[in-house]
């Protein structure tokens, strides 16, 4: 029985006992669901959290602990000449053991190793065994202390609107703590980089060239880590994407919201969302096959020397990619100004036009920061189409019509492969991830205070 069959069976107990405690609530009150403290389903929800809760927060710590207790009651039981070795030997020596188990033998396998490999499948299936014995009998006998409980006095509402009350503070706490866990691995491994590299190197420097020697006596073998090309980069592309999408999301989302008929509409708004479903990767085919060439002859024609791969061309399909982002967020937005500030204008003698530009937008303003600051972010974020229609090389330019580079695709370029992070090539990609993780941040804070200060005017 696995693990998921497991959850699965948990789940079926658990509704049958929302039914259960459902039906023992309104037999007791004679059918009359007036006579009960709480809802009906309030009744089978208390009793389906008992019977669910503790047994899937006792599988979820059942199979947070089983993987260590396996491997030391393996390696407990392993000769005493192995179990001797150092821990990176008995590392490998584990996990040929579990390639054993899952019937794929390398050729390093003996004796010793297969009875292990066959004590580890036996500690496998005690463990599911186990596992699915006790969860069902936590989760009957859960069933069963909710059932008893229900009665047409009983509070079932608030038990069950504290419980949800908790799971909502356990998720928020657990995203808080995912940030804070995030930011400190990009800030200790940022700190071991500025131990190697000076932090006034890396934020201004000009030379970006992070290949590293394995020998001090190699040629390049330090490396130079001056992030300003990548940066540049970084912001180049960017605007490029901005200056193609802003214009056409809004006018777009202004046509739909305001102009267009809903026959129109119905079509035009999921042809136009279809675009955010589209692959990243086909982006980049597009931009490398179909738009990187027809700049460059275009370019060609007007005696400019344009580059195969550029900066103009990933910016450019960049910028038509983030387009749903912008016209279909602005278009919501648009459509939930309030009618009436649409009459009042017209009353006062302003035409379409003049109520667009002087009502609709002011009052849309923060929703419209919102979708410009999203599709922004989405546009910094972006790999593969730089990798695809703007190459690798860290140059510093304004020029759109040549190559250049940006954070993601070194992040990618610099953790491709296995990689030992006690190098500066390696911990770059660190410090790459925690400036474009303060500048995201304090692109949110401008746009949060932005919006606050327009909603507090047009609300």
């Not at 390049?220 to 999301?249: E, K, N």
């Not at 510093?396 to 492969?417: D, M, S």
């Amino acid at each position: 029985m696995s693990n998921l069959l497991i959850i699965i069976a948990i789940l079926a107990l658990a509704a049958i006992g929302f039914r259960m405690g459902r039906g023992r609530a309104l037999a007791l009150a004679g059918g009359h669901a007036k006579a009960l403290h709480s809802l009906p389903n309030h009744y089978g929800g208390y009793v389906l959290l008992w019977c669910g809760l503790p047994a899937l927060a006792l599988i979820a710590i059942w199979l947070a602990l089983e993987p260590p207790a396996i491997r030391w009651l393996v390696l407990s039981a392993l000769p005493s000449d192995l179990k001797a070795l150092p821990a990176e030997r008995l590392a490998l020596i584990y996990d040929n053991i579990h390639n054993l188990a899952r019937g794929i033998d390398l050729g390093t396998s003996d004796a010793a190793m297969s009875e292990a490999a066959q004590r580890y499948l036996g500690l496998r299936q005690i463990a599911v065994v186990s596992l699915a014995v006790i969860s069902l009998m936590v989760a009957g006998a859960g069933l069963w202390r909710g059932w008893r409980v229900v009665a047409p006095t009983f509070a079932a509402r608030r038990a069950v609107e504290r419980s949800i009350r908790v799971a909502l503070i356990v998720s928020s706490t657990l995203a808080v703590f995912t940030t804070i866990g995030i930011v400190l691995s990009l800030l200790f491994e940022t700190i071991r980089f500025f131990e190697k590299v000076p932090v006034w190197d890396f934020l201004f420097g000009l030379d970006w060239s992070p290949q590293t020697a394995l020998r001090t006596d190699q040629v390049g073998s330090s490396g130079r880590f001056g992030a300003v090309p990548i940066f540049a980069g970084t912001l180049l592309i960017s605007v490029i994407a901005m200056a193609v999408a802003v214009p056409a999301g809004l006018f777009s989302a202004i046509y739909l919201a305001e102009y267009a008929a809903k026959p129109v509409r119905d079509v035009i708004k999921p042809v136009l969302e279809i675009l955010a479903g589209i692959p990243t990767v086909v982006y980049g085919f597009f931009a490398a096959l179909t738009v990187a060439p027809l700049i460059r002859d275009a370019g060609g024609f007007f005696g400019l020397d344009v580059s195969s791969e550029s900066a103009l061309a990933a910016g450019v399909v960049m910028g038509i990619m983030i387009i749903p982002f912008i016209s279909s967020l602005s278009d919501d937005v648009i459509t939930a100004v309030p009618q009436s500030l649409r009459e009042a204008s017209y009353g006062l003698g302003a035409t379409r036009s003049e109520t667009i530009r002087q009502v609709v937008l002011p009052a849309a303003l923060p929703g419209i920061i919102s979708s410009i600051l999203l599709a922004l972010s989405r546009a910094i974020g972006e790999t593969m189409i730089v990798v695809m229609a703007a190459g690798l090389a860290a140059n510093l330019t304004a020029n759109p019509f040549e190559a250049v580079t940006t954070v993601t695709v070194q992040i990618a370029t610099l953790l491709v492969g296995d990689q030992e992070f006690d190098s500066a090539k390696t911990l770059a990609a660190f410090a790459l991830g925690l400036v474009l993780f303060v500048v995201t941040l304090g692109l949110n804070l401008v746009a949060l205070v932005t919006v606050r200060k327009y909603r507090e005017k047009y609300d």
